[in-house]
Every structure is written in C-alpha cells, then in structure tokens.
C-alpha cells in the first residue's frame, strides 16, 4: 500500500515568491507520483507526473517537481509565483499492485498575496 | 483533446429523488471513475470501470448506482439518498490506471446537495 504526507495544510507566498509545496511518500514498490491543482469549483487538473527516468520533471505553468527517492520526496515547486497560481494542489501516489487506485494527500492550499 | 464532460454542473434533489450522473470521454480510454469530493478533503475513489465492467466498487452504499452503458459513457444513478452524500462528484477516465504510471483526467463535477 501507498501513502502521501503533504505538509502544511495551507501555504502563503507573496506574488513573485518562490512557490515550494511539500510532499513525501510511503510505498514498498517504486512509485508512480502526480501532482494535481484544483482552482475553486473546478475538477482536478495534473500538473506533471513522474514514473521513470529523469528525476526532476517539468510541468505546466512553470512548476516542476523532483523525485528523491532517498528522501522519499516529490515536492512542488515554482520560482516566482503569480496570482493565478491560487488554488489547492494535491499530491498523489500509485504503484504497481495498486489496481487503479491513486492514494492522494490531504491536499494543500496555496494562497498569494499582492 | 483531453477532455471529460460532466452534466449536469449543479443539481439538487430531495431524498425521494432519482436523479442520474453522466460523463462522456472521447479520448479511446478504457478506464472510467467516479470520485466524491466534500469541501477541503481530498477525492476518494467510489467506482472503477474497467473495459466496461465494474472493476471496483469502494463499499459504496447501494443508493449509487453506477452504469456504463459503453466504452464513452459513465453514469452515476442516485437514489433516496441522505443530505450528507451533498458533494462534488468527479467523473474521470484513463488509458490505463495510475498504477502503470498512466494520468486520470478529472471532469469539472457536478455539485449535488441533497434536501
């Protein structure tokens, strides 16, 4: 079975800030991560994703992610944070075994401040 | 186009009601979910098609009813049910699952109170 640790349950930046939402993992088989954003009374959209080969992973709207798999991490993060980046940002995990199930986090809320 | 369509946005129902979910993917995927999201929580797994058949089913109670009547459409059929099912309900699909590393594609939901 799979797990996912986000810290912080809300995290504020400044617009222009650096943007770092933290995720560690649990899983006995390597693991597939994904980040999703949810902007208000929207669905899930991803992020990015890793599975395999390169560990630092590039996704839209200029965030990206690194895999450590020493650290058990994948956390998210954006060099310069804009307003339209506010919204909740989920860290999920699945493996091999899993049969389509995604284990995500609790979930973290991002708020920037003019 | 990467793109799961969920109706109706909002709907309210009475607890007498039966009132369905429906979701269409046009992406080929052979993988379709239903989600339950309550505000501030993470989505949990409700129902897992697979190929056409319910591949999962998370202990869900017998008020939903999941449907799929082909390889493109999802339905959630909906019950007598309570006020605490008031939720966003999130349709999605996948080639395959997360478990070969492939990406669900959530649907915008549909809100549903229950009176």
């Known amino acids: 079975a799979q797990s996912v640790t986000q810290l912080g349950s809300h995290v504020s930046v400044s617009e222009g800030a650096l943007v770092l939402l933290r995720c560690n993992y649990s899983?006995?088989?390597?693991?597939?991560l994904f980040w999703y954003v949810q902007y208000p009374n929207q669905g899930l959209q991803l992020l990015l994703k890793?599975?395999?080969?390169?560990?630092l992973v590039k996704g839209i709207n200029g965030f990206e992610a690194e895999f450590k798999k020493s650290e058990t991490s994948f956390h998210l993060t954006k060099p310069s944070a804009h307003m339209s980046d506010a919204a909740e940002y989920f860290c999920?995990?699945?493996?091999?075994?899993?049969?389509?199930?995604?284990?995500f986090g609790k979930g973290t809320l991002l708020t920037v401040n003019p | 186009d990467t793109e799961v369509t969920q109706t109706p946005k909002h709907l309210v129902m009475g607890m007498t009601n039966k009132k369905s979910l429906k979701c269409e993917q046009h992406?080929?995927?052979?993988?379709m979910y239903w989600y339950k999201q309550k505000a501030k929580k993470p989505p949990e797994l409700m129902f897992v098609?697979?190929?056409?058949?319910?591949?999962i089913n998370e202990s869900v109670p017998s008020r939903f009813s999941p449907e799929c009547p082909n390889s493109s459409l999802l339905n959630l059929h909906l019950h007598a049910l309570q006020p605490e099912d008031s939720a966003l309900y999130l349709c999605?699909?996948?080639?395959?699952?997360?478990?070969?590393?492939?990406?669900?594609?959530f649907g915008e939901g549909s809100w549903l109170t229950v009176v």
């Open positions: 999605a699909s996948s080639q395959e699952g997360p478990h070969s590393g492939n990406t669900i594609y």
């Open positions: 899983s006995s088989v390597p693991p597939y």
């Open positions: 890793y599975t395999t080969g390169a560990t």
């Open positions: 999920a995990v699945s493996a091999i075994g899993s049969n389509y199930k995604l284990t």
């Open positions: 992406m080929g995927h052979r993988a």
């Open positions: 098609y697979s190929y056409e058949k319910l591949s």
